[in-house]
């Protein structure tokens, strides 16, 4: 069982960070009403938690991982931006998404404020083969192929908040962790919107794609990897 497992969680957030279009790094004293965040529905939607392994090399690596936190930023507004011009005919999926966009990319200038911050300058990292692992099993005819690019979508977003919360527990960076904790509030309800996305858009239930999906992700997730990335397996180097 990964560390991850073995804590509560309920965790508590930074909400004043919401209202803040990049964060306040210098001023400690000037955010933090913390709220608990329970993210067991997010824990039991993945079915699987973050292995010791991940979290040993990504603690050797963050420059690694929070570049690759940038770049997941940027590209899941991109995916969204995709799907509001791909699917212009329903209006919920316009709204939700539009919404998701612009908290991603605040996300994304956050990341970017954390970098200069920490003077990490920005590296070009080639992509890890989680999505592309889930992508290659979606569906090629309409409506089922968006159906599954969104719950693909739900479990991309509830595997980042799973490991926002793991990193969280071990960081011994206080401010980074505690933007960690702040980010959970949102990436929760993201799964949450993809998944009623799918659900709203399907004229039968999304259940057995749903434990599909489940399946192939706990499988990138736990498999042996090459590389660390953000929603990177199991290291390969660690024994």
């Known amino acids: 069982m990964s560390n991850s497992a073995l804590i509560n969680t309920t965790v508590q957030t930074d ?9 306040d790094l210098d001023n400690d004293n000037s955010v933090y009403q913390p ?7 997010v824990l039991a939607f993945l079915g699987s938690t973050t292995s010791d392994k991940w979290l040993k ?27 509001i011009f791909r699917y212009m005919s329903h209006t919920e999926l316009q709204l939700k998404l539009a919404q998701l966009i612009r908290e991603e990319m605040l996300h994304y200038e956050q990341v970017i ?6 003077g990490q300058a920005w590296q070009h990292i080639a992509a890890g083969r989680y999505a592309a692992g889930m992508l290659k099993h979606k569906r090629t005819y309409e409506p089922q192929a968006m159906i599954d690019t969104l719950i693909i979508g739900a479990f991309i977003e509830a595997r980042s908040c799973e490991r926002f919360w793991a990193l969280s527990q071990v960081i011994e960076d206080e401010r980074l962790a505690k933007y ?21 858009i399907s004229d039968e239930p999304i259940d057995a794609r749903v434990v599909f999906f489940r399946q192939v992700e706990a499988q990138l997730i736990n498999e042996p990897d090459d590389e660390l990335r953000f929603h990177s397996g199991i290291p390969s180097w660690i024994a």
């Open 15 to 23: 909400s004043s960070f919401d209202e803040l279009a990049v964060i």
């Open 35 to 41: 709220k608990p965040i329970d993210i067991t529905p």
């Open 57 to 83: 090399a990504a603690m050797a690596d963050l420059p690694t991982i929070i570049q690759d936190h940038a770049n997941c930023e940027k590209k899941a507004a991109g995916t969204a931006m995709n799907l």
């Open 113 to 118: 404020g954390l970098m200069a911050e920490r």
């Open 180 to 200: 960690y904790r702040y980010l959970l509030k949102s990436e929760s309800r993201h799964f949450e919107d993809y998944l009623a996305l799918a659900q709203s």
